[in-house]
């Protein structure tokens, strides 16, 4: 009987293969929506000790892995089933290449001699074929021997260089596939030096300083490379060494505080429009930054310095006189070891001119962010949020909408690296509660999504499953009762509402009760502060329904210009 008895320790399959290469390098958290072909794997990762997070919709699992690949500089993992579900990845995935975040969606597919003939299998989809368009890499593994190097090539495509979404395509039938354990151990590939140190050339170090040396009114901008860099030190030594004013785009803020002498945050228009030397650190020129030109720059000539990882992101928009090609953590550290110590500050007028309009415009905008009115507005509101995160600078705090974004973004100061985490990019609605379920699961920390009811309105379903996992997460839904503002009308006068408006006064928080969370309806920046607060303090799921004057806010926030105007007017 006994030599019957299949040696189990003599075979593996490829459901082991996928773990074991996944945790020989050190990859041990998994963002899925389970079904078929994946079920299983997903029960044998938990098994296996991986934490296996379910979701309830493959694009929130999706955001959750990008985000957590921009947290901890390893490639998140989406896993899906095949074609619908890896369908509902690919947003999450092209969204990750787009802002550089590294992050893998793995999909199980379908039997590929079927799906190559047509001829109609369960989700039949060329998986691959679609994938490689939308991200950095896209691989497909038929046998079981070659996971281990198909799981290695991914995960250096998503890390190395700019990092971005990289594609794993797993038909069904290589889980099931068996070899021998010793051979299957050998297959795989613990990744050496994934994401390389890339060091600059001196000459082009050398070449910037030479740059930023001649100019009277020089300014340093930072991207959220700069932040996933986690070149913090000697990020803030440069910056601070220079002594030139800094502008932190929205997910780089807090690698220096906001409230620091050189951001130049609260005097935006001023710092592009009059500085004739722009250096920017991990930041493109991209439609954000008004690619560089035009009534953003004013009309004074600038000369571009650009630190990037990507060589040809230089000359993208704008001619880049002193491109510095390299990680920035090594770029920076060159920088500081070729300025010596006798650098000399920029003039104090142009920095004496930033702090000013700084000064101004936060006095400006402060007694507006005291009010206790009711329905609240956003500054009322956000002046109680901005408090909490004053007073709570290790939460993370996770951010969409328009109006709810623009305004957070400007009156939420943030003190440490890696704490706001907003739309980036491509200014996608719904990847709030994903971002909030990883950064939870990633850092520990306490979280709180601050969100338009739009943009909650694209993932809230996922707040089952922040309750499921007991997360400390706390949802501030900003109930303005629609798109940008609650007030639309119909211009027909027929009767559906208008197209940006939703259900009146609606009760977002009592859909966080139906799973056991915390629900709480506030109508002042008192009872928001309280209901916050306590939720920070407790660590429960938490949803807290903001009312907010419908008519508060602008049509797309502060980026209204992007909008076409109508020219001629329908009959
Ligand atoms: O210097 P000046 O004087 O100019 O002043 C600037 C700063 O100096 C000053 N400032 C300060 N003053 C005082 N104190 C402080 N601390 C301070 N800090 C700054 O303030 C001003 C402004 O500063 P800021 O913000 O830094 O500068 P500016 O000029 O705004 O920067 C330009 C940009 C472009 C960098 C910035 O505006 C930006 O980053 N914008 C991002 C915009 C974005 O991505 N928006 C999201 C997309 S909008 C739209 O697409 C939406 N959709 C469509 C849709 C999407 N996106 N996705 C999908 C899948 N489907 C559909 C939808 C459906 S938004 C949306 C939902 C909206 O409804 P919600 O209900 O969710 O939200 P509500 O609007 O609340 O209803
Ligand atoms: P933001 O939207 O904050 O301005 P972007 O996403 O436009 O930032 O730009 C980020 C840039 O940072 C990208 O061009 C990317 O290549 C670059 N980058 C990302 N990580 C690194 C790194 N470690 N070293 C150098 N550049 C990096
Ligand atoms: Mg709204």
Known sequence: MADERVEEAALTDGFNLVIDALKLNDINTIYNVPGIPITDLGRYMQAA??????????QNAGYAAAIAGFLTKKPGICLTVSAPGFLNGLTALAHATTNCFPMILISGSSERKIVDLQQGDYEEMDQLAIAKPLCKAAYRVLHAEDIGIGIARAIRAAVSGRPGGVYLDLPAKVFAQVMDAEAGARS??????????????????????????????????????AAYAQADDAIRAFVEASGIPYLPMSMAKGLLPDTHPQSAGAARSLALKQSDVVMLIGARLNWLLSHGKGKAWGDAPKKFIQIDIEPKEMDSNVEIVAPIVGDIGSCVQALLDAMGKDWAAPPPAWTGAIRE?????????????????VPMDYQGALGALRTIIKERPDAILVNEGANTLDFARSIIDMYQPRKRLDVGTWGVMGVGMGMAIAAAVETGKPVLAIEGDSAFGFSGMEIETICRYGLPVCVVVFNNGGIYQGTGVNPSGGSDVSTTVFVKDARYEKMIEAFGGVGVYATSPDELSQAVNAAMDSGRPTLVNAVIDEAAGTESGRIGNLNPQRVVAKK
Do not use: T, W, Y
Request: no cysteine; aromatic share 2%.
């Open 188 to 225: 795989l590939v613990k990744v050496i030096d994934a994401a390389p140190r890339q060091l600059p050339a001196p000459e082009s170090v050398k070449r910037a300083l030479d740059v930023l040396k001649g100019a009277e009114r020089p300014l340093i901008i930072l991207g959220k490379g």
């Open 49 to 58: 000790g991986m934490r296996v997070l379910s979701f309830r919709h493959e």
């Open 357 to 373: 309009k700084v000064e101004a415009n936060v006095a400006r905008m402060a007694p507006r962010l005291r009010n206790n009115n």
